[in-house]
Structure formats: C-alpha cells, structure tokens
C-alpha cells in the first residue's frame, strides 16, 4: 500500500465548477498535510497545508483533513483553466521528507 | 514565501560525466535539505535527506556513491551525479526546510538532466 494515495485523474472539469481532489494517507502518525499544484516541467508550489481536523480555506481554495479516515482533500473553487496542473498532496510524519502521492490532473475546460 | 534558488535549471552531458546541481535558501536556514528525483509522468520520489554538517541519509536502492551530497552549510546543499548514464536522465528538485514539526518545505525550480 502506498503511503499517499491519490487517484490519477484527469479530473475534468468545466469553468466556474468546484474541483474536488482527494488523497489518503495510511500512516497514522502524520501530523502535516500539504497541497502542491506542479505544471508540467515546472518545480512545485505550495497551495496550502493543513494539521488539524476540518476545513481550512483560503481564497478559492479549501482543504478538508479527516484524520479519523486518513483523508484529505482539496477543494477549488470558481476553477480556472490557469488552475489546470497535477495536484501532489504530500504528508509530513515529523521524522523524515514529505512522501507524495502520484498526483492528480486536473483539467479545467473553457 | 522563502526561496530556494537551484542551478541549473538545464544540462546535457555525456555518459560517464559527473555533474553537480546546486540548491540555496536565499532567505531562510535550511536545515535539512531534501533532494527528489521526477521520472515522466511520474511522482516526485525522495533520493536522499541531508542535515547540514552530516551525512545524508539515502533512501532504499539510491546508491550514496553515485548520487554524493554535500550540505556544509545552512544556505547550500549540492547533488553530484557521477559517471552519468542515460538512466539518469530526469528531473531533479531540491527542497529546503528549517526547523520546526510542522515547517513547510520550499522547493527549487528543479534541474532537467540530460544524459547523453
């Protein structure tokens, strides 16, 4: 079992919609959370993270941590086409890097 | 937020080579430095954990004397691919983080090997 999960897409999506990316995580001790967005060929970039239970917004976005079901999500609100990237969500267990899930591709369709 | 600033973003070189990347926080003490590897299409995966002044940490079946790193201080951190092959080829990421549970990692902007 890996130890981030996240479903590979693509998640397509029309313009103005609510993208809704999902990750589970099987280590128990995770205590961090993050949500990458990458372009292709580009290095990524942080959206958000999260380390406690519920919802966490900012801006269009809003990340959604269940520890009880080890699942976190990420929810994009007004999607963009500029918003069409891989999604990496990654977990942070304290004792070594973030281990990242496969990715999810999100395409935002105009 | 703070940077990291790797170098170079690009390179060719030819079997057999060594080349060395470069990752530095420009704003911030990175403590640890973490160094991933991209196939296509593919996952960022960890190759290696550095703490600065120590030896690095590799992970499962990234061989430590093919892929040397060097963290000699709080700002720099380097990846030396040596005898490259044309498997090497990829695109590898640095990423930075200073002290504290919950910090956040700071990437780099990533180099694109080429083995030729």
């Known amino acids: 079992q890996k130890e981030v999960e996240q479903n590979s897409g693509p998640l397509s999506v029309p313009e103005g919609a609510i993208a809704s990316l999902n990750c589970t995580y099987s280590d128990r001790g995770s205590q961090s959370f993050f949500w990458y967005r990458q372009y292709s060929g580009k290095s990524p970039e942080l959206i958000m993270f999260i380390y406690s239970n519920g919802d966490k917004e900012d801006g269009r976005f809003t990340a959604q941590l269940n520890k009880a079901s080890q699942y976190v999500s990420l929810l994009i609100r007004d999607s963009q086409p500029s918003d069409s990237a891989t999604y990496l969500c990654a977990a942070y267990t304290g004792r070594r890097a973030l281990t990242f899930g496969s990715g999810t591709r999100l395409q935002v369709q105009p | 937020g703070a940077v990291v600033s790797q170098h170079p973003s690009r390179v060719i070189c030819k079997s057999g080579t060594s080349v060395k990347i470069e990752c530095r926080s420009l704003?911030?003490?990175?403590?640890?430095m973490f160094w991933y590897r991209q196939f296509p299409k593919q996952s960022l995966m960890l190759m290696a954990t550095s703490n600065e002044g120590s030896k690095a940490t590799y992970e499962q079946g990234v061989e430590k004397d093919k892929f040397l790193i060097n963290h000699a201080s709080l700002t720099l951190s380097t990846l030396t691919v040596t005898s490259a092959h044309p498997e090497d080829s990829s695109f590898y990421i640095c990423?930075?983080?200073?002290?504290?549970?919950?910090?956040?990692?700071?990437f780099g902007q990533g180099t694109r090997l080429t083995v030729v």
């Open positions: 704003d911030f003490q990175a403590t640890t």
């Open positions: 990423s930075g983080r200073g002290q504290g549970v919950d910090t956040e990692a700071f």
